[in-house]
């Protein structure tokens, strides 16, 4: 139930409008979100480099609706990946296709996509690139498979609640095209995505054994503790290194989790948010885990 209300209420417009305007904000993301500009994200990273902690920088906002807006969202990359290599730091990129224009046009969106990863790999980074709801997997898995037969230099992202995805994987393990296993954020019907939790928790099992077996330097986005227990075991298993996959977690959460990984030698990278659009990520993370609804209702009253 609180789930399906945070996904309700990250699409009310009105109350976007006064969240991402109210200075009581602030105090509600700060620990999820960086801050709104590009200094405030870069001072995380450098703090995460001091931790042995990896970061990817996502600049937030999806859904553009011109090929304006699209070319913006690029400047704004464009000028991270500057600033990234500016500060030495071991850090990608995360993108959203929506922002690069995907609604609008494949071929506008797959140039701007392009020219951010050729100015991520001229500084020997990497992008991100995220998936999002079940309407767009195909027209992103696309425009993924055509980018790395012509450039490589970006990793995809696949979600564990949707059916299609072990062909999906499969397909990307055989194409050699990196892979971050996650268990998906959005709202999609039982038609295309297990329902039950318990479901997606054996798929992602399924999943990570797989992109273990057979993946390019596979990543897993989890902070479940069974979840890291099975990765950590079937790598065990099959005399795989610690510097041979990662795990990625989003900054702020499961603090305790990334301790313990980076602590026993694991590669870990954070997903770093910043930008003012910052109001559908924000509750699709308390949707994952209301949990982190009571933290935030607990600290907002705090001095």
């Known amino acids: 139930m609180l789930r399906a209300a945070f996904l309700f209420l990250s699409r009310r417009r009105l109350l976007r409008r006064w969240m991402e305007t109210s200075p ?3 105090r509600l993301t700060r620990r999820f979100i960086a801050g709104q500009r590009l200094e405030d994200v870069i001072a995380v990273a450098r703090r995460l480099q001091l ?4 970061s990817t920088l996502d600049h937030l906002g999806e859904n553009v609706t011109s090929a304006g807006e699209a070319a913006a969202a690029r400047v704004c990359i464009e000028e991270a990946l500057d600033a990234i ?3 030495g730091l ?8 929506t922002q690069f224009g995907l609604d609008i046009s494949g ?3 797959r140039s701007n996509v392009e020219a951010v990863l050729l100015k991520a790999r001229s500084i020997g980074s990497r992008v991100e690139i995220d998936m999002e709801s079940s309407e767009y997997v195909t027209r992103t898995l696309q425009i993924v498979e055509d980018l790395h037969s012509a450039h490589n230099g970006l990793r995809a992202v696949l979600q564990a609640y949707l059916y299609r995805t072990a062909d ?3 397909r990307l393990n055989a194409l050699r095209v990196p892979v971050r296993l996650c268990k998906g954020a959005y709202n999609e019907p039982p038609s295309v995505a297990w329902p039950r ?10 999943l990570a054994r797989i992109l273990l077996d057979e993946g390019e330097e596979p990543a897993f986005a989890t902070h479940d503790p069974r979840m890291i227990d099975i990765i950590l075991e079937h790598a065990a298993r099959n005399s795989r290194s610690p510097s041979s996959f990662e795990f990625q977690m989003l ?3 499961r603090r305790d989790l990334q301790r313990m990984l980076v602590s026993h030698g694991y590669r870990l990278r954070l997903y770093v948010p910043y930008g003012d659009a910052w109001y559908p990520y924000f509750m699709r993370r308390l949707a994952e885990r209301p949990a982190n609804a009571i933290f935030i209702l607990k600290n907002l009253f705090r001095h």
Do not use: M, Q
Not at 201 to 206: I, T, W
């Open 51 to 54: 931790e042995n902690i990896l």
């Open 107 to 109: 071929s506008l969106c």
């Open 85 to 87: 290599a500016a500060a």
């Open 24 to 26: 009581v904000a602030a």
């Open 90 to 97: 071991p850090s990608t990129v995360s993108i959203k296709l």
């Open 251 to 253: 900054y702020g959460v």
């Open 168 to 170: 999906d994987l499969r």
């Open 197 to 206: 939790k318990h479901e997606v928790n054996s798929s992602y099992a399924r």
